[in-house]
Protein backbone atom coordinates (compact mmCIF):
# COMPACT_ATOMS: atom_id res chain seq x y z
CA UNK A 1 0.00 0.00 0.00
CA UNK A 2 0.95 3.28 -0.49
CA UNK A 3 1.89 4.94 2.62
CA UNK A 4 1.42 8.96 3.58
CA UNK A 5 4.10 10.66 6.11
CA UNK A 6 2.34 13.54 7.46
CA UNK A 7 4.33 15.59 10.22
CA UNK A 8 2.20 14.48 13.72
CA UNK A 9 1.86 18.69 14.80
CA UNK A 10 2.65 22.30 14.03
CA UNK A 11 1.80 25.58 16.42
CA UNK A 12 1.29 28.74 14.39
CA UNK A 13 -0.08 32.64 15.45
CA UNK A 14 -3.23 33.85 14.04
CA UNK A 15 -1.85 35.74 10.89
CA UNK A 16 0.87 33.73 9.59
CA UNK A 17 1.75 31.37 7.18
CA UNK A 18 1.51 27.40 7.42
CA UNK A 19 2.91 24.74 5.39
CA UNK A 20 1.32 20.93 6.16
CA UNK A 21 3.22 18.81 3.91
CA UNK A 22 2.40 15.31 2.46
CA UNK A 23 5.00 12.38 1.32
CA UNK A 24 3.58 9.40 -0.79
CA UNK A 25 6.24 6.66 -0.69
CA UNK A 26 5.66 6.28 -3.98
CA UNK A 27 3.91 8.71 -7.25
CA UNK A 28 0.38 9.40 -6.74
CA UNK A 29 0.83 11.36 -9.96
CA UNK A 30 -1.41 14.86 -8.42
CA UNK A 31 -3.98 11.95 -7.38
CA UNK A 32 -3.54 13.93 -3.90
CA UNK A 33 -6.19 14.98 -1.70
CA UNK A 34 -6.26 16.95 1.39
CA UNK A 35 -9.32 17.32 4.47
CA UNK A 36 -9.92 19.27 7.66
CA UNK A 37 -11.26 17.43 10.65
CA UNK A 38 -12.35 19.59 13.62
CA UNK A 39 -12.55 18.19 16.97
CA UNK A 40 -16.21 16.10 16.93
CA UNK A 41 -16.74 16.67 13.40
CA UNK A 42 -16.79 14.74 10.14
CA UNK A 43 -14.02 15.66 7.85
CA UNK A 44 -14.39 18.21 5.08
CA UNK A 45 -12.50 18.43 2.05
CA UNK A 46 -10.53 21.29 1.20
CA UNK A 47 -8.37 20.47 -1.87
CA UNK A 48 -8.65 17.80 -4.82
CA UNK A 49 -6.18 16.43 -7.62
CA UNK A 50 -3.34 17.82 -5.65
CA UNK A 51 -4.55 21.99 -6.06
CA UNK A 52 -8.49 22.37 -6.48
CA UNK A 53 -9.74 23.95 -4.35
CA UNK A 54 -13.26 22.70 -3.34
CA UNK A 55 -16.07 25.20 -3.61
CA UNK A 56 -16.77 27.14 -0.48
CA UNK A 57 -13.61 26.47 1.02
CA UNK A 58 -11.44 29.47 1.67
CA UNK A 59 -9.10 30.94 -0.65
CA UNK A 60 -6.51 31.12 2.14
CA UNK A 61 -6.44 27.46 1.52
CA UNK A 62 -3.78 26.24 -1.40
CA UNK A 63 -2.37 23.07 -2.70
CA UNK A 64 0.85 22.11 -4.86
CA UNK A 65 2.63 19.19 -5.87
CA UNK A 66 2.97 16.06 -7.61
CA UNK A 67 4.81 12.79 -7.66
CA UNK A 68 5.43 12.20 -4.07
CA UNK A 69 5.78 15.24 -2.52
CA UNK A 70 2.21 17.50 -1.89
CA UNK A 71 1.66 20.46 0.34
CA UNK A 72 -1.15 22.03 1.94
CA UNK A 73 -0.70 25.83 2.68
CA UNK A 74 -2.74 28.11 4.77
CA UNK A 75 -2.11 31.70 4.74
CA UNK A 76 -2.83 33.73 6.66
CA UNK A 77 -3.92 31.50 9.37
CA UNK A 78 -7.26 32.02 11.65
CA UNK A 79 -8.13 30.85 15.18
CA UNK A 80 -11.19 28.46 13.49
CA UNK A 81 -8.04 26.73 11.55
CA UNK A 82 -7.67 24.86 14.67
CA UNK A 83 -7.76 20.86 13.21
CA UNK A 84 -6.28 17.81 12.17
CA UNK A 85 -5.21 17.95 8.36
CA UNK A 86 -5.20 14.63 6.23
CA UNK A 87 -4.12 14.44 2.60
CA UNK A 88 -5.81 10.96 0.85
CA UNK A 89 -3.93 9.90 -2.58
CA UNK A 90 -6.33 7.84 -5.05
CA UNK A 91 -3.75 7.06 -7.94
CA UNK A 92 -3.08 3.53 -6.26
CA UNK A 93 -4.88 0.65 -4.93
CA UNK A 94 -6.21 0.95 -1.46
CA UNK A 95 -6.88 4.54 -1.44
CA UNK A 96 -4.94 5.79 1.69
CA UNK A 97 -4.64 8.16 4.29
CA UNK A 98 -1.91 9.99 6.04
CA UNK A 99 -1.87 9.94 9.85
CA UNK A 100 -2.79 13.50 9.89
CA UNK A 101 -1.20 17.09 10.85
CA UNK A 102 -2.61 18.53 13.99
CA UNK A 103 -2.62 22.25 13.88
CA UNK A 104 -2.53 24.51 16.79
CA UNK A 105 -3.38 27.86 16.63
CA UNK A 106 -1.25 29.68 19.50
CA UNK B 1 -27.74 20.40 -0.51
CA UNK B 2 -26.34 16.57 -0.32
CA UNK B 3 -26.29 15.10 3.10
CA UNK B 4 -25.67 11.66 4.72
CA UNK B 5 -26.34 10.15 7.60
CA UNK B 6 -24.83 6.75 9.31
CA UNK B 7 -26.95 4.68 11.43
CA UNK B 8 -26.76 0.99 13.10
CA UNK B 9 -25.25 -0.39 16.26
CA UNK B 10 -23.11 0.58 18.11
CA UNK B 11 -22.17 -2.04 20.12
CA UNK B 12 -20.82 -5.83 18.69
CA UNK B 13 -19.79 -8.82 19.99
CA UNK B 14 -16.91 -10.28 18.50
CA UNK B 15 -17.10 -12.76 15.49
CA UNK B 16 -20.78 -11.38 14.46
CA UNK B 17 -21.24 -9.12 11.87
CA UNK B 18 -21.37 -5.11 11.71
CA UNK B 19 -23.81 -3.66 9.66
CA UNK B 20 -24.55 0.08 9.13
CA UNK B 21 -26.84 1.73 6.73
CA UNK B 22 -26.00 5.59 5.21
CA UNK B 23 -29.31 7.40 4.35
CA UNK B 24 -28.62 9.82 1.43
CA UNK B 25 -30.91 12.91 1.16
CA UNK B 26 -30.57 15.53 -2.11
CA UNK B 27 -28.88 13.52 -4.17
CA UNK B 28 -29.37 10.19 -5.74
CA UNK B 29 -27.44 7.14 -5.06
CA UNK B 30 -27.79 6.49 -8.86
CA UNK B 31 -25.10 9.05 -9.46
CA UNK B 32 -21.48 8.98 -8.24
CA UNK B 33 -19.64 6.69 -6.24
CA UNK B 34 -20.65 5.92 -2.59
CA UNK B 35 -17.72 4.57 -0.08
CA UNK B 36 -17.49 3.80 3.43
CA UNK B 37 -14.52 5.30 5.38
CA UNK B 38 -13.14 4.45 9.07
CA UNK B 39 -11.13 5.85 11.87
CA UNK B 40 -9.81 4.16 14.16
CA UNK B 41 -9.05 5.23 18.04
CA UNK B 42 -5.75 7.31 17.32
CA UNK B 43 -6.92 8.46 14.32
CA UNK B 44 -5.63 6.23 11.69
CA UNK B 45 -7.98 6.55 8.71
CA UNK B 46 -8.60 3.67 6.44
CA UNK B 47 -10.87 3.57 3.02
CA UNK B 48 -12.93 0.56 2.76
CA UNK B 49 -15.09 0.37 0.11
CA UNK B 50 -17.13 1.69 -2.44
CA UNK B 51 -20.46 1.01 -4.62
CA UNK B 52 -20.68 2.91 -7.73
CA UNK B 53 -23.83 4.50 -9.46
CA UNK B 54 -24.03 1.36 -11.33
CA UNK B 55 -23.96 -1.07 -8.36
CA UNK B 56 -20.23 -2.29 -9.38
CA UNK B 57 -18.25 -2.44 -5.65
CA UNK B 58 -14.71 -1.82 -5.08
CA UNK B 59 -13.30 -3.07 -1.71
CA UNK B 60 -9.75 -2.80 -0.08
CA UNK B 61 -7.96 -5.85 -0.06
CA UNK B 62 -7.76 -5.71 3.73
CA UNK B 63 -11.04 -5.78 3.83
CA UNK B 64 -11.79 -8.43 0.32
CA UNK B 65 -13.10 -11.73 2.48
CA UNK B 66 -14.81 -9.96 5.09
CA UNK B 67 -17.15 -7.08 3.65
CA UNK B 68 -20.03 -6.16 1.40
CA UNK B 69 -21.08 -2.70 0.28
CA UNK B 70 -24.91 -3.09 -0.83
CA UNK B 71 -27.33 -0.40 -1.76
CA UNK B 72 -31.04 -0.14 -2.13
CA UNK B 73 -32.03 2.48 -4.47
CA UNK B 74 -35.64 3.49 -3.71
CA UNK B 75 -34.65 4.00 -0.20
CA UNK B 76 -31.52 6.55 -1.87
CA UNK B 77 -29.41 4.24 1.12
CA UNK B 78 -26.20 1.91 0.74
CA UNK B 79 -25.03 -0.41 3.19
CA UNK B 80 -21.66 -2.03 5.01
CA UNK B 81 -21.46 -5.10 6.48
CA UNK B 82 -18.54 -6.56 7.87
CA UNK B 83 -18.02 -9.96 8.97
CA UNK B 84 -16.11 -11.43 11.74
CA UNK B 85 -15.50 -8.53 13.74
CA UNK B 86 -13.01 -8.66 16.00
CA UNK B 87 -11.95 -5.85 18.55
CA UNK B 88 -9.51 -4.09 15.67
CA UNK B 89 -12.95 -3.21 14.67
CA UNK B 90 -14.29 -0.77 16.70
CA UNK B 91 -13.62 2.79 14.88
CA UNK B 92 -15.65 5.89 13.60
CA UNK B 93 -17.63 4.69 10.51
CA UNK B 94 -18.21 7.34 8.10
CA UNK B 95 -20.22 7.15 4.71
CA UNK B 96 -18.95 9.25 2.04
CA UNK B 97 -20.13 10.75 -1.59
CA UNK B 98 -17.11 10.10 -4.11
CA UNK B 99 -16.81 12.59 -6.80
CA UNK B 100 -14.67 11.69 -9.63
CA UNK B 101 -13.01 12.73 -13.00
CA UNK B 102 -12.32 10.03 -15.73
CA UNK B 103 -9.10 8.59 -13.99
CA UNK B 104 -9.09 10.25 -9.82
CA UNK B 105 -11.61 9.81 -7.53
CA UNK B 106 -12.18 11.52 -4.16
CA UNK B 107 -14.33 11.80 -0.92
CA UNK B 108 -16.22 15.04 -1.27
CA UNK B 109 -19.02 14.75 1.27
CA UNK B 110 -19.21 12.78 4.77
CA UNK B 111 -21.55 11.86 7.00
CA UNK B 112 -21.42 12.68 10.42
CA UNK B 113 -19.85 9.49 11.44
CA UNK B 114 -21.04 6.43 14.02
CA UNK B 115 -18.64 5.35 16.77
CA UNK B 116 -18.81 1.31 16.66
CA UNK B 117 -17.64 -0.60 19.64
CA UNK B 118 -16.49 -4.62 19.22
CA UNK B 119 -16.75 -5.96 22.78
CA UNK B 120 -18.22 -8.72 24.52
Known amino acids: DTVLTQSPALAVSPGERVTISCRASESVSTLMHWYQQKPGQQPTLLIY???NLESGVPARFSGSGSGTDFTLTIDPVEADDTATYYC?????????FGSGTKLEIK | EVQLQESGPGLVKPSQSLSLTCSVT????????WGWIRKFPGNKMEWMGY???????SYNPSLKSRISITRDTSKNQFFLQLNSVTTEDTATYYCARMDFTIAAIWFAYWGQGTLVTVSS
Open chain 1, 88 to 96: QQSWNDPFT
Open chain 2, 26 to 33: GYSITSNY
Open chain 2, 51 to 57: ISYSGST
Open chain 1, 49 to 51: LAS
